[in-house]
């Protein structure tokens, strides 16, 4: 492909014309209900990770998000200030929880982050996020993450695309130990939550 056919290529992120608007599922949770973490170990909203980012995220409107996130100075990369990298795991934790609402296992197959301003540890990182279109086993979804307050000013944003997957995916790529301590977990919803997405 030379760089005029580039140009006019659509990008991987934007939804075929054959893409269709998201549905959330019946049993969705209502909104304004904290979904609470996924799976104990997971980096991004688990308990069970002293370093992790302890995200909350909450149902919205639709088959939309919101989460907040406070930068630890464990999360730092330049001094004082949140490595972007911590910052893309809370984008891609707040699209990936969006699944959660379509109930719908999926990982994420593409991330494409923007960072708009630096954000200094202690600051508490508003997210938004919403899934936009669904095209068979691909569904497209953006967030935002703002810095004072839920309407101040962007200092993250994310387009994303996530892949439907079974949830053998877990099962035949994960480390033995952990799958199996997953399964055994007596809690039915855990169990099912640990797998909905990537543990
Ligand atoms: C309370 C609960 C809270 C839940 C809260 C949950 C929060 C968790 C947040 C964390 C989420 C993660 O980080 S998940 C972890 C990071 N992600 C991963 O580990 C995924 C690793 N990658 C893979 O396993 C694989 O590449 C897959 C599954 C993504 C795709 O493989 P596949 O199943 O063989 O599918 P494949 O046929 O290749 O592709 C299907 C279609 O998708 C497109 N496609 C596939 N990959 C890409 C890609 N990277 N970029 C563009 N497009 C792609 C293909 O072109 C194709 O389009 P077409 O031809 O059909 O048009």
Avoid at 35 to 57: I, K, V, W
Avoid at 123 to 128: M, R
Wanted: hydrophobic share 40%; net charge negative.
């Amino acid at each position: 492909m030379n760089s005029r056919e580039a140009e006019r290529a659509p990008s991987a992120l934007t939804p075929p014309p054959d893409a269709i608007p998201p549905v959330r599922h019946p049993e969705a949770p209502a909104p304004g209900e904290l979904l609470g973490a996924h799976y104990d170990h997971c980096f991004g909203c688990g308990g069970g990770q002293p370093h992790g980012l302890h995200l909350q995220a909450r149902a919205g409107d639709g088959v939309s998000i919101t989460a907040e996130f406070t930068v630890q100075s464990a999360h730092q990369g330049a001094p004082g200030l949140a490595h972007g990298g911590v910052l893309a795991t809370a984008l891609d934790e707040t699209l990936g929880s969006l699944n959660w609402l379509l109930r719908t296992i999926a990982v994420t197959g593409r991330l494409e982050t923007d960072f708009v301003r630096p954000v200094p540890v202690g600051t508490v990182l508003h997210l938004q996020a919403e899934v936009t279109a669904v095209a068979g086993r691909k569904i497209y979804s953006t967030a935002v993450g703002r810095t004072g307050g839920p309407d101040g000013p962007v200092a993250v944003r994310a387009q994303a695309l996530f892949i439907e997957v079974m949830v053998d995916h877990f099962i035949d790529n994960g480390r033995p130990d952990e799958i199996k301590a997953a399964m055994a977990d007596p809690d039915q919803i855990r169990r099912v939550r640990a797998f909905e997405v990537n543990p």
